[in-house]
Each structure stands twice: as C-alpha cells, then as structure tokens.
C-alpha cells in the first residue's frame, strides 16, 4: 500500500481517490429516459463511500505525513460511448452548456499531487462544469 512504502520511507505522500458527482449528487433521471440506463444506486452510493473514505484516511493518515483527496470528475463521457443525444441532455444541466474534456481533469490532478496542494488533505474536487452548483 501507498502509505506504508511512504511511511517506511519517511517521505510524504499523496492519494488520490477518483470519485464522481455522483457521490454527491442524484442524477436527472429525464437525462436518461429513453436514451439510455440511468446511471445505478450502487455507483452513487459506491463514489459517495469513497468521497466519505477520502475524509477518514485523511484525518488518520496526516500524522504520516501521507495526504488523501479525492477527485470527482462530472460528464467526462468517453468518445463514442455514449449516446448523442444522452450527451446533449446531460449538456443542459452543466452550467457550462458542455461535456468535460479528458485534459480539464489534470488541473486538479496536479494540485492534488503536487507540493502546490501540500496543506490540501481530506477533500474532493468537483471537477463538474458547475453541475453541483444548481
């Protein structure tokens, strides 16, 4: 485990936890209607186990100089993986007005990982177009 190599080490580390919007928020089940499933109970409550799980780790690791954050991508579909339609429903509810693209996830990334983040511990970036700020 990260922390343990860290740990006998005695060098700081940081981990990152990729979670979702969707651990923090219920999605738009007019998003989906028709177009495609919605998105399941079991990955809202599975992201929002591992937003929760960042916070915990977080308060027990600091003293190992070990930090834990989390990162919570919104609508970052892969190409040609969804629907065009789905991707334009899920488009109206991202202030925005669009998807995220693969690279917008490499700013908070690099904080995170980063001496740039080193007093950031036990967060989780929302990395959504300002979906959860409606």
């Known amino acids: 485990m990260l922390r343990d190599h860290a740990v006998a080490r005695s060098a700081p580390a940081s981990i990152v936890m990729i979670g979702s919007m ?8 007019d998003a989906y209607a028709g177009v495609a499933v919605a998105s399941p109970v079991q990955y809202h409550a599975l992201k ?26 919104g609508p970052f579909p892969i190409p040609n993986g969804i629907p065009a339609e789905m991707e334009r429903r899920l488009s109206t509810k991202v202030p925005q007005g669009r998807m995220g693209l693969p690279h917008e996830l490499k700013g908070g990334l690099l904080l995170f990982a980063s ?20």
């Open 22 to 29: 969707y651990g923090v928020v219920a999605s738009y089940p």
């Open 48 to 73: 929002g186990g591992t937003i929760h799980m960042t916070r915990h780790l977080a308060v027990y690791w600091a003293g190992d100089n070990v930090r834990v954050n989390c990162l919570s991508p």
């Open 115 to 134: 001496d740039a983040g080193s007093y950031i511990t036990g967060q989780n970036l929302l990395v959504d177009g300002g979906w959860t700020a409606w």
